[in-house]
């Protein structure tokens, strides 16, 4: 199949092609723009993370308030002993030496408690630090997110009417061309990525930029039927 004959010519065929490239990019340009819609992973990951720093920072303030308020408790309970022991009311040495005993018990308690509260102030503060830091890089991510997502919405309004806009130019354009040379064209372009129409480039085929026989040149030039490259089959056109 090199040749077909048809009163529909490679310019009118060329021009259809001009309208399905656009349609092709802008299809295209569509189907990433919707695909870019919504939520990143990078951002939900983010969010993953913020929400883990949360939840640790949490588990530590309520470690902290129980600390203090066993330290409290404790306190108290050791406070109570202070004072029966310094009221001058116990005079039996055992009774004394149980107070004293329970005492130097509470105050030991309370070093602990000391020493993990401590080391738990420590960590809120390392983890209040960590999630001021996930929360920063969050709110920068999500500020990046919304202008994206504004601009490819914009796009989308942009897109979508241009799309109607070279179906319709589509349509109209192939109504009155021959349906033989309509099915070569579309054959050509699902075999040549879209390209069924190359230019005639002095003596040569511009889709694979072979050199043509003279005679297929002229037959070319003359545009009374549609002609194919020798090598590519693409119909060539001159422009």
Known sequence: MK???????AVELFALQEIDLALDSATSRLAEIEEGLGETENLISARAVVD?????????????????????????????????????????????SDYQAEL???????????????????????AEADLAHVEAFLATMNRVWEEDQRKLKAE?????PKIERLVAE?????????????????TLREQRAGMAIATLERSMCGGCRITLPTSL???ARAANELVQCVSCERMLVVV
């Open 170 to 186: 589509r349509e109209s354009k192939s109504a009155g061309l021959d349906r033989g040379a309509l099915s070569l064209y579309q």
């Open 217 to 219: 040149v002229k037959k």
């Open 3 to 9: 040749r077909s004959q048809t009163m529909t010519t």
């Open 156 to 160: 989308k309004a942009e897109v979508e």
């Open 52 to 96: 883990e720093k949360r939840e640790q920072l949490s588990e530590l303030k309520v470690l902290q308030s129980e600390f203090e308020a066993s330290e409290e408790d404790i306190g108290a309970k050791a406070s109570a002993v202070e004072e029966k022991l310094y009221s001058g009311t116990i005079a039996n040495p055992k009774e004394l």
């Open 104 to 126: 130097k018990m509470f105050k030991d308690q309370i070093g602990r408690i000391d020493d993990d509260l401590l080391a738990t102030l420590d960590e809120v503060d390392g």
